[in-house]
């Protein structure tokens, strides 16, 4: 993930390092005309975070059982998940519109019903994710 300011690597396979942070960034420089395509980059040094090895799903397990004692709401509930399902087809669909900006839809989802190859019967719904 590359911003302004910093840069993050997620490598699930490293053994000790698996999240880098990068004190490197990005920036457009705006203007018009050609100016707009003129980039400038910023390198610096790398901080890997300690992070304490544990296997994701039994960490997920023991957090969801402390919210049921504590009669918490997680904060990965549904509504989370349908954020990232939005965030999810609004990227796919600014791919499928060459890299235009597309708005999150605020209700529903953009699941539509797809025609078959041999009739006008549609086919079931469904959420086109890949790019």
């Given amino acids: 993930i590359g911003g302004t300011k910093k840069m993050l690597v997620w490598n699930d396979l490293e053994a000790d390092e698996k999240i880098k942070v990068y004190d490197r960034g990005v920036c457009t420089n705006g203007g ?7 980039v400038s980059y910023r390198s610096g040094d790398m901080w890997a975070p300690r992070l304490e090895q544990a296997e994701a ?15 918490r709401a997680p904060f990965n509930d549904g509504m989370a998940g ?6 999810i087809e609004a990227a796919t669909e600014s791919l499928r519109v ?17 025609k078959r190859a041999c ?12 790019a």
């Fill in 82 to 87: 349908w954020r990232v399902v939005r965030m």
């Fill in 57 to 71: 799903l039994s960490r997920e397990f023991a957090y969801f059982h402390d919210c049921i004692e504590a009669s």
């Fill in 32 to 38: 018009s005309g050609i100016e707009k395509l003129a």
């Fill in 119 to 130: 009739g006008d019967k549609p086919a079931q719904p469904f959420v086109e994710v890949a």
């Fill in 98 to 114: 060459k890299g235009r900006t597309v708005p999150l839809a605020r209700t529903g989802s953009l699941v539509r019903e797809e």
